[in-house]
């Protein structure tokens, strides 16, 4: 190992996100004694992250593009307040190679990928190269970029249908065509040409035998200057929907222990093959019947899962990156992580549990979880207007236990505890699944929520309904005789209270 070249402790930081994420980082570099930076558009002056950071500039219109990804602004700010680092979080410009190269170039460290490994990994086709060099499985399929009907017809024979057409450019979903029998093949083939033209600016495609119904595995990975790259186990994501992550937990109950060493040990095979530094994740599938898995892509970024990383491996993955920033080593060897207990969370999103549309409006009363082994990462208060321009996630559960079911059963206590009303919520989802068989044997694969949860049944959600309104009815009842302050009502309601007691008279 080289002499470490550590460079001092950032006295400033910005974070050039919102929501949990930025507060999450906040968090972090409290716990380090750096100062914190918030940045915000019109829509979130009374954002939680506002209020948390030691200072806070407004960046510009609600709309990201006009704040939140106008990254010549948020480096104006950051040089006028002196922050030496940018902490990007997910989302946004967490993987935007010009603002990466831009942070570089003004002498702010970027807390992100190098512009090298946004390259390398950005690009689907370039990632595969490199993974096929790199000796890390891959589905079968073209061996690089399908440029003609003739030349994809030819590769569909070769490995036989169902393929999947994905553009080069694509990713987390956006530009793929399944096609089940040849005849399906020219549509799908142009399709996503233009698809990858009219979203990416870039018609290149490649296909791929298609996996049915395969689940979602992915790595932790986190790599210093010094050569050392580790894993930090796994993550199983396949409780989603339309790519959106729904419910991650920790260990997969699907992987047995040699499985696990070998697409723990491909992860850090494919992350060392670019020399990656910082924290990432090698995204998998995983056929449960043949037990094969693939790499699908390389996340650049910390995700938004990682919470139940932290809990069961016990590694703060936030201060890591910090400190991996400034030159040091990695504080923990290989040999020294294990996976201890088990960990699950559930995303908390602002919309319909039934029609999944987004919920935005005014939280009236928010009571988070609170006991033993529950994290609540959330930027809900009562009073909060959930803005309509950004992601509906207004809150992470993460509960740890000893035992996969002691874990999902706090969960469904969290779950249970959880008051927020004014706005829809997903957590009567969030309840469902726990309590389904497939949940429960841990056999769900990526089509859980398509298969059990897209034929609407409301009557599935009529019990919490009903509830739901019943509060609000409660909320509004005593609004309107005694005042309008919505944060008085973040206790139980009192005609419950009175309910109750009238009760035990009669
Ligand atoms: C696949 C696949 C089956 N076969 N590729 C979706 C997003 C991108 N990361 C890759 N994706 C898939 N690629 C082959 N050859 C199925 C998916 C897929 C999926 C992957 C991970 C998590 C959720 C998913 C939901 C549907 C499809």
Known sequence: MLTPDIRPMYSKILIANRGEIAIRVIRACRELNIKTV??????????????????????????????????????????????EAVHPGYGFLSENIHFSKACAEMGITFIGPKPEHIQAMGDKLSAKNLMKKANVPLVPGSDGPVETLEQAQKVCQLIGYPVIIKASAGGGGKGMRVVTEPSGLESSFRACQSEGLNYFADSTVYIEKFVTDPKHIEVQVFGDLYGNLVHLF??????????????????????????????????????????????????????????????????????????????????????????????????????????????????????????????????????????PFVRVDSYAYPGYEVPIYYDPMIAKIITWGETRQEAADRMERSLTEFVL????????????????????????????????????????????????????????????????DVRQHNIPANWKRIGRRMQLRI
Do not use: W
């Open 38 to 83: 918030a940045v915000f558009s019109e829509a979130d002056r009374d954002s939680l992250h506002v209020f948390l950071a030691d200072e806070a500039y407004p960046i510009g219109p609600a709309p990201s593009k006009e704040s939140y990804l106008n990254y010549p602004k948020i480096l104006e700010v950051a040089k006028a307040c002196k922050a």
């Open 234 to 371: 796994e993550r199983e994501c396949s409780i989603q929907r339309r790519h959106q992550k729904i419910i991650e937990e920790t260990p997969s109950p699907s992987l047995t222990e040699p499985l696990r060493q070998k697409i723990c040990k491909a992860a850090v095979t494919a992350a060392q093959s670019i020399n990656y530094l910082g924290a990432g994740t090698i995204e998998f599938i995983f056929d449960s019947n043949t037990k094969e898995f693939y790499f699908m892509e390389m996340n650049t970024r910390l995700q938004v899962e990682h919470p139940i990383t932290e809990y069961v491996v016990g590694v703060d993955l936030v201060k890591e990156q910090i400190l991996v920033s400034l030159g040091h080593p990695l504080s923990f060897k290989q040999s020294e992580l294990k996976q201890k207990g088990h960990a699950i969370e559930c995303r908390v999103c602002a919309e319909d549990p039934v029609t999944y549309q987004p919920s935005p409006g005014v939280i009236r009363a928010c009571r988070h979880p609170q006991g």
């Open 421 to 484: 009303t004014g706005i829809k919520s997903n957590i009567i989802l969030h309840k469902t699944i726990l309590k389904h068989p497939k949940f429960l044997d841990g056999s769900y694969t990526t089509q859980f929520i398509e298969k059990n949860f897209e034929i609407i049944e409301p009557d599935l959600f009529k019990e919490v309904d009903d509830h739901v309104f019943l509060i609000i009815a409660g909320i509004h009842a005593l609004n309107d005789r005694k005042n309008k």
